[in-house]
């Protein structure tokens, strides 16, 4: 069967219904007021008498009385896209592996590219991860850490993250790229993070801000995790300069598994990025990694956990992030 042969994928009003009974399985709630199930539909009229709008409602609290819709305060708020394209935008994006390029979007959902750039982005806020986490890698388990650099940063570096001036004028290594590090719970999530700098002190806090305690630390033999060591149970490093990649349980392949597969989504998917969107790059990353098959999560599950990720999230197009 087609993937988008199921109704909320072809028609408006399916989708309005499939999104209402995904974000509102009690009734309608006001976005204004937060009150459950106390709206009722209106319809508008436009200026050639016909019908403007369907799916609107209107609050029946007396102090509040006003208009809302399923996307009014989501991602998808004021948009001229269909609904139903938004849906099959989301399910592409969350069934892809590496990702799907604007232009992708653009030719399949047969809208402009600047609009499928701009949804992309507003899927990719969707996933992103909000609210209070708890501590990764509780009841000693395993966490492993590890940083890698990606794409010229916008400003050049002239010091390794050590203080020491940079050398080697070649392509390799570290100089004027943007740093990523990551943390990655074995058999668990991941969090990713572009910083600035991958110095010890930033690093450090990202361990200690996102690690338990009662946790394993993995890392590689990097010195910028040794104060690390102070705020878990145990810090075990793999030696990759005697090309030694495993010990008993002690390596790191699980996070660079994941930087692989977001080095070649950004290499063979969307070829450009510029430093200041590549936080929602990551975003995007993270949340398929952390929805993955292997916890369960198949590309329908996947799409829907997205979806319940819009609320709250609009983003503006002259919105400098």
Known sequence: MDTFSAPHFTSDEAARKFLSGLRWPGGPVCPHCGVVNHAYAIERVGKTGKPAAFGVYRCAERVCRKDFSVTTGTVMERSHIALHKWLQGFYMMASAKKGVSAHQLHRTLGITYKAAWFMAHR????????????????????????????GKTSKRQTHRTSGERFINRGHKGPANKRAVVALVERGGTVRSFHVARADKKTVTKIVTDNVSREARLHTDESLLYGAAKEHVSSHEKIRH??????????????????????????????????????????????????????????????ANNALKGIEGKRLTYRQPD
């Open 123 to 150: 899927i990719r806020e969707a996933m992103r991860a909000g609210g209070l986490v708890e501590p990764m890698g509780g009841s000693g388990k395993v966490v492993e850490a590890d940083e890698t650099y990606f």
């Open 241 to 302: 300069s005697r090309n030694e990649y495993v010990r008993g349980d002690v390596t790191t392949n699980s996070v660079e598994g994941f930087f692989s597969i977001f080095k070649r989504g950004m290499v063979g998917t969307y070829q450009h990025c510029s430093e200041k969107h590549l936080h929602r790059y990551l975003s995007e990353f993270d949340f398929r990694y952390n929805n993955r098959i292997a916890l369960g999560v198949n590309d329908e599950m996947r």
